[in-house]
């Protein structure tokens, strides 16, 4: 089963960056498997080498941050999600999908914008005709445990 890593990004403002691992399970629902939350305002060029597990150099990374890259390396390599965003927003000279890129990370983003999905109202209707299909499970040591949702 393909895995999927969807990144949220935090696009230079003081929130953190989120990372989810998830998988389809045999019913088609989302199983998430692992997930990151990086500390607030990590530039998209450190977050892509954390999960590209190069982190730059002299960077030194929170505990869970070694321990999220450490996991990441008994993962097959995921099929990367962003948002839109990240295809155009600006950084300068580049945006957060060419960022990764350097990293060898191919940031696949939806182009819900171009289909007038961008207001918030069309957004939180997608989000939760989608979230039925989503099981969260406390115990990633244990592939066996019972979802919470």
């Not at 989120?18 to 990086?38: C, E, M, P, T, Y």
Request: aromatic share 10%; glycine share 6%; charged share 25%.
């Amino acid at each position: 089963m393909p895995l999927y890593c969807s990144i949220d990004n935090s696009h230079g403002g003081t929130d953190p960056n989120a990372v989810l691992l998830g998988q389809k399970d045999w019913n088609g629902r989302i199983r998430i498997i692992d997930a990151f939350q990086s500390e607030p305002n990590i530039s998209p060029d450190r977050m892509a080498s954390l999960i590209a597990m190069r982190p730059l150099s002299g960077w030194i990374l929170e505990e869970d941050a070694i321990e999220f890259v450490e996991r990441l390396k008994m993962y097959t390599t995921p099929i990367y999600i962003g948002d839109p965003y990240d295809t155009n927003s600006a950084m300068g000279n580049t945006t957060i999908r060419k960022e990764y890129a350097k990293y060898g990370i191919n940031l696949l983003c939806p182009k819900m914008f171009d289909k007038g999905y961008g207001k918030i109202a069309e957004q939180i209707r997608i989000a939760t005709m989608t979230l039925p299909k989503i099981s969260v499970y406390y115990d990633p040591e244990n592939p066996e445990a019972t979802p919470l949702a």
